[in-house]
């Protein structure tokens, strides 16, 4: 197993941004993607974005697309969210997933390895 330690999250007013970092350990040659996810309380949890680790190339929902960024760096074996223009529904747990099989990254439930998530708080 490789574990995912997130980092980042925090409390910011309606159009400011944050960053999240995903710092994951041990070997990546097996790696197919990483995403990030998220949770609101009473709500499911939710694809946010998405990058396939060999190719860098990404995905996302109509919802953030456009305000939010992923992208990885392969030497420090560490996934990034930038967060721009955020909203109060932006609101959640964030989570960062790992997968070595070759899934649909937009599934939530195609992931096999998650950390721990942070906060993320948008005042209105």
């Known amino acids: 197993q490789v574990p995912l330690v997130e980092s980042g999250g925090g409390l910011v007013q309606a159009g400011g941004s944050l960053r999240l970092s995903c710092a994951a350990s041990g070997r990546t040659s097996s790696r197919y993607g990483m995403g990030w996810l998220r949770q609101a309380p009473g709500k499911e949890r939710e694809f946010v974005a998405a990058?396939?680790?060999?190719?860098?190339?990404?995905l996302y929902p109509d919802s953030v697309k456009g305000r939010f960024t992923i992208s990885r760096d392969i030497a420090k074996n560490t996934v990034l969210l930038q967060m721009n223009n955020l909203k109060p529904e932006d609101t959640a747990v964030y989570y960062c997933?790992?997968?070595?099989?070759?899934?649909?990254?937009?599934?939530?439930?195609?992931?096999?390895?998650w950390g721990q998530g942070t906060q993320v708080t948008v005042s209105s």
């Open positions: 990058i396939r680790w060999s190719t860098g190339s990404t």
């Open positions: 997933a790992a997968t070595n099989r070759f899934i649909v990254l937009s599934n939530p439930n195609g992931y096999d390895l």
